[in-house]
């Protein structure tokens, strides 16, 4: 069974930056895609950014110019790197990996951008 685990989240005021890591239990290039989401209080599950397996990458235009993703065989690690964030920002960030139509979720790690 594929795992996934986030880390990364916590408290930071607006302008900050955090950087969210998702590490999968098995070989990144397993899956076609690797994705970030999020989820805010009352509101559905949206799409943030994605890498897939060759390599292109695609960003929510919320995310685009602020947020960066990136990749770590290696580590078999996924990564978010979120700057100049805002309060809108805050929600419930979520790694996705896929393969085919089989979609894997991780745990979830908390982003709160408050001053």
């Known amino acids: 069974q594929v795992q996934l685990s986030e880390s990364g989240g916590g408290l930071v005021q607006p302008g900050g930056s955090l950087k969210l890591s998702c590490r999968a239990s098995?070989?990144?290039?397993?899956?076609?895609?690797m994705a970030w989401h999020r989820q805010a209080p009352g509101k559905e599950r949206d799409f943030v950014a994605s890498i897939n397996v060759g390599g292109r990458i695609d960003y929510a235009d919320s995310a685009k110019g602020r947020f960066t993703i990136s990749r770590d065989a290696a580590k078999n690690t996924v990564y978010l790197q979120m700057n100049n964030l805002e309060p809108e920002d805050t929600a419930v960030y979520y790694c996705?990996?896929?393969?085919?139509?089989?979609?894997?979720w991780g745990q979830g790690t908390q982003v709160t951008v408050s001053s």
């Open positions: 996705k990996a896929s393969i085919v139509s089989r979609h894997y």
């Open positions: 098995e070989n990144i290039f397993n899956f076609n895609s």
